[in-house]
């Protein structure tokens, strides 16, 4: 009797130890995980597809419950800070745990993480690794995507004109300017030069970043972005700023003509459908331009690290001062690239109320998600929406064959990726307490009325920069502080 | 709204629990009603009323309100969110005086014909003061927004919505009702057809409209070349955002209209018309002297039920423009909405009651002056 | 004009005047008609492009304006299959969820409004004003004990209570002010105004507090609660208009109050009934910011489900169409059923207002 339940038990383990870690079979039966995303298929639908298999393999049923994407944050936070705990553990954008932290909802995972074998945590990224999963120095998240923008271009028409990939946002302006009314997806009607999502309440505030990054941050991720680290003072209201806001805005003139009613999704449309030369957007034009159900731009797209400046901010002047290798000593070329990791990359947090077994099975399940077997498949295609974070997705050109890029392109795009992902000086998104209300709703809005000829840039600055005083006074200055220099890594 | 004759209460002598309901009739058939509105409406304002008072903050364990007085409402009214929610003013020129003068010397006229009308009372007087400060507040804003060049916050967005919609909403529903009240056949299929807008769930109209708005690769954008719009995009200019907001709320409320109004057309008197037009009256004239009074009240009573929902419009400005451009199209309950996802549950809630009391003012004013003057006509 | 003898008419008045009072001329008639079928096309038309796009790949939709199945561009079942097969239970969950929700509110609003609009039109109320202060300010009083000093509320409640009847005994008979029907219809019909967004929060934490979150009687309820004042309103006016000696000879054949309601009053106003079950059915079928707060997945009801097609790759404009065309069709045919009462019930519901 005993040999048998000892072979049974054996057996199981050998079936399983493709991915279990500390799991297996029949270790939580009866346990089901609640687990929240927003509907799909992105993000979802491999969740979605997972959960079958992690409960053949360890009893656990995994529930994968979604809401609309826009009130994810919300729904989150109202059933943690209710104390319904109806969640058991969600998979959002890293950038909202400082919330989340700040309430004790989310679950201190360093544990686990160190004695996770299959997880293969030095694999993923060293961005993603160190800052991303991380607040305080302890690890709360396990990434399931690398989120960052880059810019996109098409290759065949840059060909055509001469012109090389943008290094610098005024290579890129300049580009733009050049394509701008050319017919490139053969329709005859003028197409765009530059397609950058610029909608209210939607994706703005990120862009902004991204485009003013190379200009404001150079000594690396822990020198900060939106705020100086050594005082909270914010970094908006100086000719950095200023430069990005002209180039943001300009842009505009090569676009399409309503540009500033277009969101991430839109912008990503018009250029597979090959109406723009540029674009700028997460990752995720990669695999949809070669999908033949929604790319008419298949293997003729190229993509490329965000543009950078030759320039960079001095904070203590204000001003904008030439690159050296002092003050810019990750420059490529003379060039200071900040790639933004915008959003994060989707992860899973747990809930740190859940009763104990539901919180490991919860964890256990996310760890097989992420592990280097699922992963590595999934990114590659384009309707799970993962987007690579670990370093074994770029060194098999493999899968992303298979899914029908050609290997020029999936290079190309991988390249891309890497020079980002690897790149010292990446910008890690805002995470203080409150961290919506700085962007989404100061940021958002000056920017916005920016565009819209409400107000001047010289405005628009001054609003982010009192907004977020005013903000950091509501909210606690040094707390806000404490706040931002743990989650930069920076120690005192 | 007299009580017809009400009937006389049974005087059962008997302690049977029959009996005893049937004495207590009255109170046991409202009683689920009124229970359920305390419940659902008067607990919750009473709970939003203090979180309109307080600051919401994540806490470890929870969350902590913590009260702040009325700095929720300072911030919106006079302190840092006015460009937000009342606009950015522009200084008045004599045009803006002229008009602002008038309408004080009117509402002040109109106050003063209460007060010596002889029929005064203390709570007629209170509501026609707070009527006429709301109505000149509201005419002062729009000139100093509007008129005078300023860019309009979301409280004038929302009355924008509301009356220049209803206004609309109501003549093309009146113009199809008079037209299908004529002798045509298949006025069933009309009435049915014309229905149909108002059945579609109005995020489901919301998405609609931006795809058909969508110059792009909605159906509309070969017109786009062929009017010689061009570069012109709706969605950049706060105007024509606002217009193309009004038109899907348009598209769905005008069938609400349409439905009733058709009803009271069919309803009038035939005879009356059949003399007037032996009399030789002409269109207009059986209008103005048959159709319109008696579908005077039922009117009203239409254009006070949309005037109720159109002050919570959300839908619309959410998805075809999330507010833009700018703070162009958002009005009182997105703004509202927008404060609320990013946690400013006070702020929220200090929107909320602001909506609350000028949507009451403005329909019990209408009800007073507008229904009962109607009724007149019965 | 007309019944004249053999007088040839002229073309004017061939083309512009009636041929008899009860038709219109021709060119009456074709401006007419033109009008009405123009509007016709303009309430069509959205729901057409909604059919079509349905049907088509995102390659498809993104690439420009096709208007015509098989002409323009080739059809695709790709999104039905994806919701339907692909993520199946996850499409006929909600829509399950919206029926019975919808259902189970409009019936119960109308239901218990039908019978609160009845008693306000024949029976006489007095409501003391007294009562209603002293009952709002132990209201307010319990609900500070409860949220600023952890009051239990079953004690707090319990001691509210005793106060009220205390107090109402002694104000009573101080204070002779009271409200009478009318008021109390105002009230019940002037909660329509309230703006649901100040309503929410505090709603999804009394379910908190009973754990009925995410449940299908939540929902329910704060449906039926949110639509009683429509019933009432519209219902009152029917209730009054049915002539009051049938009730009363009624009476005197020995029927209560309530037989004589459910027997004798509601099968009168059938027409009024059924317009109101139309009009709740519609505002609950479509209800999306309640449904939003009160659902997670178990109670998620269709308006949530099409505007979650919205995700971070923009909106899903195929998956989104499919779910409007399956939201819409039963609710166009339930009204083409009932579309003679509903213009009816409407009208006599409105004339009172």
Not at chain 1, 369 to 388: C, H, L, R, W
Not at chain 2, 67 to 88: C, D, E, K, M
Not at chain 2, 158 to 170: A, D, E, K
Request: proline share 5%.
């Amino acid at each position: 009797m005993k040999m048998r339940n000892l072979m049974g038990g054996l057996a199981a383990l050998l079936l399983t130890s493709a991915w279990g870690t500390v799991a297996h079979a029949g270790m939580y039966d009866g346990v089901t995980v609640n687990i929240m995303t927003f509907t799909g298929p992105q993000i979802a639908e491999p969740l979605q597809r997972h959960a079958p298999e992690f409960e053949k393999a360890t009893g656990a049923k995994v529930n994968v419950i979604t809401v609309p994407f826009s009130d994810l944050y919300t729904k989150l936070l109202t059933d943690w800070s209710s104390g319904t705990n109806s969640v058991d553990a969600g998979v959002f954008a890293p950038q909202w745990m400082g919330d989340y932290i700040a309430g004790g909802f989310l679950q201190d995972i360093s544990g686990w993480v160190a004695k996770d074998k299959d997880l293969a945590w030095d694999d993923i990224g060293g961005f993603f690794r160190d800052f991303s999963a991380k607040y305080n120095g302890k690890t709360y998240l396990i990434p399931l995507d690398g989120d960052f923008h880059m810019i996109y271009y098409r290759t065949d028409v840059l060909k055509d004109a001469g012109l090389a990939a943008p290094l610098t946002w005024d290579d890129y302006v300049a580009v733009a300017k050049a394509l701008n009314g050319k017919d490139m997806n053969g329709d005859g009607t003028p197409d765009y030069g530059s397609c950058i999502s610029k909608k209210r309440n939607a994706q703005a505030f990120w862009f902004i970043t991204s485009v003013a990054g190379g200009y404001i941050q150079s000594m690396g991720t822990g020198q900060g972005f939106f705020f100086d680290p050594r005082d909270m003072k914010p970094l908006v209201n100086n000719e950095a700023f200023a430069k990005a806001l002209a180039v943001y805005n300009e842009t505009t003139k090569y676009g399409p003509p309503n540009e500033i009613n277009l969101d991430v999704g839109d912008t990503r449309g018009l250029f597979v459908s090959g109406r723009c030369a540029l674009a700028m957007d997460w990752g995720d034009i990669g695999p949809l331009a070669v999908d033949p159900a929604s790319s008419k731009v298949v293997d003729k797209v190229g993509a490329a690290v965000l543009p950078g400046s030759k320039e960079v901010l001095n904070r203590d002047t204000g001003k904008l001062e030439a690159c050296t290798a002092a003050t810019c000593p990750y420059a490529i070329d003379g060039v200071n690239h900040a790639p933004f990791a915008s959003f994060g990359g989707w992860s899973g947090g747990i809930n740190a109320n859940s009763p104990d077994k539901v919180k490991e099975a919860a964890y256990a399940f996310l760890s097989y998600v992420s592990a280097p077997a699922q992963s590595n498949v999934d990114v590659t295609i384009g309707k799970t929406g993962f987007n690579p974070y670990r370093t074994s997705q770029f060194k098999d050109l493999g899968p992303w064959l298979k899914s029908g890029m050609s290997e020029a392109a999936a290079k190309n795009y991988l390249g891309a990726i890497q020079d980002s992902l690897n790149s010292p000086n990446m910008i890690l998104d805002l995470r203080i307490t409150q961290n919506q209300k700085y962007q989404q709703v100061v940021e958002d809005e000056a920017v916005s009325r920016f565009l819209a000829g409400e107000i001047d840039a010289a405005a628009a600055m001054k609003a982010i920069e009192d907004g977020w005083n005013e903000l950091n006074d509501q909210i606690g200055k040094d707390d806000q502080l404490a706040v931002y220099r743990a989650s930069l890594g920076v120690q005192k | 709204m007299a009580i017809a004759t009400t009937l006389p209460v049974a005087a059962r002598a008997g302690n049977g629990f029959g009996d005893w309901a049937e004495r207590h009739s009255g109170r046991i058939m409202v009683l689920p009603a009124v229970l359920i509105v305390l419940a659902f409406a008067v607990f919750p304002l009473i709970i939003s009323a203090y979180l309109s008072v307080s600051r919401f903050a994540l806490a470890p364990g929870g969350y902590k309100l913590s009260f702040i007085g009325a700095f929720n409402f300072r911030r919106l009214l006079v302190g840092q969110q006015q460009y937000h929610f009342l606009g950015t003013f522009s200084a008045f020129g004599p045009l803006e005086w002229g008009v602002a003068v008038l309408a004080a010397a009117a509402l002040l006229y109109w106050l003063y014909s209460y007060l010596i009308s002889g029929k005064l009372r203390p709570m007629g007087l209170v509501g026609r003061l707070i009527s006429a400060g709301l109505g000149f507040g509201v005419v002062l804003l729009t000139l100093a927004t509007i008129v005078a060049g300023g860019f309009p916050g979301s409280l004038m967005t929302t009355l924008v919505y509301v009356f220049v919609g209803v206004s609309i909403q109501f003549s093309i529903g009146l113009a199809l009702a008079l037209l299908c009240a004529q002798p045509i056949r298949a006025r069933n299929w009309f009435r049915v057809i014309f229905f149909i807008p108002l059945m579609v769930t109005p995020v489901g109209i919301a998405y609609t409209f931006r795809m058909l708005a969508d110059m792009e690769k909605g159906p509309l954008a070969p017109l786009r070349f062929a009017l010689h719009l061009g570069e012109f995009a709706w969605a950049t200019d706060p105007w024509s955002a606002r217009l193309v907001v009004l038109l899907g709320d348009t598209w769905q409320w005008t069938p609400f209209m349409f439905i009733v109004l058709l009803a009271a057309v069919e309803a009038r008197p035939h005879e009356q018309i059949e003399a007037a037009k032996i009399d030789g009256a002409g269109p207009f004239q059986i209008f103005r002297h048959v159709t319109w009074p008696a579908i005077a009240p039922v009117a009203a009573t239409v254009v006070l039920i949309r005037l109720i929902e159109a002050f919570k419009i959300v839908d619309l400005p959410n998805v075809l423009t999330n507010g833009g451009p700018g703070l162009a199209t958002e009005s009182m309950t997105l703004h509202a909405f927008i404060a609320w996802r990013t946690q400013d549950l006070g702020g929220s809630a200090a929107l909320g009651y602001i909506l609350l009391f000028v949507s009451t003012v403005t329909c019990v004013s209408f009800f007073n002056f507008g229904v009962a003057r109607a009724r007149r006509y019965q | 004009m007309a019944g004249t003898a053999a007088v040839p008419r002229s073309l004017y008045a061939r083309l512009f005047q009636r041929p008899d009072p009860a038709s219109l001329a021709p060119v009456a008639k074709v401006a007419v008609y033109t009008v009405l079928v123009f509007w016709a096309l303009v309430c069509i038309g959205p729901l057409y492009w909604v059919l079509i796009t349905s049907f088509k790949q995102p390659i498809t939709v993104d690439g420009g304006p096709y208007y015509f199945p098989f002409i323009d561009f080739q059809p695709t079942l790709d999104a039905w299959t994806y919701l339907f097969v692909e993520v199946g239970r996850d499409t006929v969950r909600p829509y399950v969820n919206s029926v019975i929700i919808a259902l189970a509110a409009t019936f119960a609003a109308v239901f218990i409004g039908a019978l609160a609009a009845y008693a306000l039109v024949r029976i006489r109320f007095q409501v003391k004003i007294a009562a209603i202060v002293i009952f709002l300010t132990l209201l307010v009083a319990t609900i500070v004990a409860v949220a600023a000093f952890r009051v239990p509320w079953t004690i707090a409640a319990a001691a509210a209570i005793a106060l009220f009847v205390l107090f109402l005994s002694t104000a009573s008979r101080r204070f002779k002010g009271a409200l009478g029907n009318a008021d109390i219809e105002f009230w019940i019909i002037s909660n329509r105004i309230m703006p649901p967004i100040v309503a929410v929060l505090p709603i999804y934490l009394m379910f908190q507090q009973f754990h009925l979150l995410d449940t299908h009687i939540a929902l329910i309820a704060t449906y039926t609660a949110v639509n009683l004042p429509i019933v009432v309103w519209l219902m009152r006016d029917f209730f009054a208009g049915i002539p009051i000696e049938i009730e009363e000879s009624a009476q005197v054949d020995g029927c209560g109050k309530f037989r004589t309601f459910f027997v004798i009053v509601m099968p009168l106003a059938r027409s009024g009934l059924a317009a109101t079950f139309m009009l709740v059915l519609i505002l609950c079928w479509n209800e999306y910011l309640l449904a939003l707060f009160l659902s997670n997945a178990n109670a998620q009801t269709m308006p949530i489900l099409v505007s979650a097609q919205n995700g971070t790759r923009g909106p899903q404009w195929w998956y989104m169409s499919a779910l409007i065309v399956i939201m819409v069709a039963p609710v166009i045919v339930i009204a083409v059923a009932l579309q003679k009462h509903i213009a009816r019930g409407i009208l006599l519901g409105a004339v009172k207002g």
